[in-house]
């Protein structure tokens, strides 16, 4: 099977599986885990900031953001495909009783024009607005990349109006190997960064959120809350350790796997997609006349995986288990199975 539904299928390397079998754990609800302590000692030093905390989701590390940021009945902003409102399960309104305020970007992309635009006026008729929340790259964006002139013009709007602001940065590690810009440099502008280990890096578990100590401080607090409290962790922090050390040049395979198969499906009479478009490791691609959700299942029986993401849109997304040979199967597959 050729998976290109996401790139979360990853699984661990027989040299990270190794790692993490030699993994010294402790209880890390007691903070004596000195394998997750020297994981979040490098993650919070490659971001430049003060502090990380070591969870076991994206999700939950987005969600503690917000609820670190914000009190009920606050305003967050948010791109109005966003991560956090589109596939969190609600959890804005359920666990930190914010309401989500939307900005229609370009592919996940909005301005800091567009953040001055939908600010409310000072007035209790109005709920307080309180956060900022930017995501890079962007999922639904095809895995667009936010220009760092952008975020630090929208920083500038958030210091101004005493904002707070968030990243989503479940594959800034793709940002920044796209880019050559360093994970420090993306991470300067924001007060919380939420970022992944278990997408195009290949570990198997777990997110972390870096920020000040006394964000931190507040994060372990809802991190526990919302069930994020782990004992011997150390086992799967030494994967995404490994990860983090070994795996994140090899995100440019994955970008130019990306860019082959975006040129290959161009080819096709029927499909519709502008390899341009493609930035990193994200592709996605509309049928003409075919149903996405039918052209999926018989790619499922040709031994291709992809998502259906919309009536007549599909995503794949190259990753470290699909090797440049397959991908370039691929367009053909989709051929014969659009004949089909």
């Given amino acids: 099977m050729i998976d290109l539904r996401s790139d979360t299928i990853t699984k661990p390397t027989p040299a990270m599986r190794e790692a993490m079998a030699k993994a010294e754990v402790g209880d890390d609800v007691f903070g004596d885990d000195p394998t997750v302590n020297a994981l979040e000692a490098y993650v919070a030093e490659l971001l430049g900031?003060?502090?990380?905390?070591?969870?076991?989701?994206?999700?939950?590390?987005?969600?503690?953001?917000?609820r670190v940021h914000t009190e009920p009945g606050d305003e967050v902003i948010l791109e109005s495909e966003a991560h956090i409102y589109y596939y969190e399960g609600g959890a804005p309104a359920a666990l930190s009783g914010v309401m989500c305020r939307l900005i229609k970007g370009n592919e996940g992309i909005f301005s800091a024009t567009d953040v001055e635009r939908v600010l409310r006026p000072d007035n209790y008729h109005f709920p307080k607005t309180k956060l900022v929340c930017l995501e890079n790259t962007h999922n639904r964006g095809g895995g667009r990349i936010f220009p760092l002139s952008e975020i630090e013009a929208i920083a500038r709007i958030c210091q101004e109006r005493n904002l707070k602001l968030h990243l989503d940065g479940a594959r800034l590690w793709n940002a920044c190997a796209a880019t050559s810009i360093s994970e420090a440099d993306y991470a300067k502008p924001f007060d919380t960064v939420s970022i992944c280990f278990s997408k195009g890096?290949?570990?198997?578990?777990?997110?972390?959120?870096?920020?000040?100590?006394e964000l931190m401080k507040r994060a372990r607090r809802f991190c526990?809350?919302?069930?994020?409290?782990?004992?011997?962790?150390?086992?799967?922090?030494?994967g995404a350790l490994y990860a983090l050390k070994h795996h994140r040049e090899r995100l440019l395979e994955d970008h130019l796997n990306a860019k082959i198969l975006a040129k290959g499906l161009q080819q096709i009479d029927g499909i519709a997609i502008d390899p341009e478009d493609v930035q990193t490791n994200i592709v996605i691609f509309q049928t003409k006349a075919?149903?996405?959700q039918t052209l999926a299942q018989k790619l499922q029986e040709k031994g291709v995986a992809l998502l259906a993401i919309g009536s007549h849109s599909l995503r794949a997304v190259t990753n470290l288990m699909v090797t440049q040979e397959q991908i370039q199967?691929?367009?053909?597959l989709v051929e014969a199975a659009m004949r089909s």
């Fill in 49 to 66: 900031k003060e502090e990380a905390v070591y969870m076991p989701s994206g999700t939950m590390t987005n969600q503690v953001a917000l």
């Fill in 201 to 213: 890096l290949g570990a198997p578990v777990g997110s972390a959120l870096v920020g000040s100590q």
């Fill in 224 to 238: 526990k809350m919302f069930g994020g409290g782990m004992r011997q962790a150390g086992i799967i922090a030494a």
């Fill in 290 to 292: 075919i149903p996405a």
């Fill in 329 to 332: 199967a691929v367009p053909e």
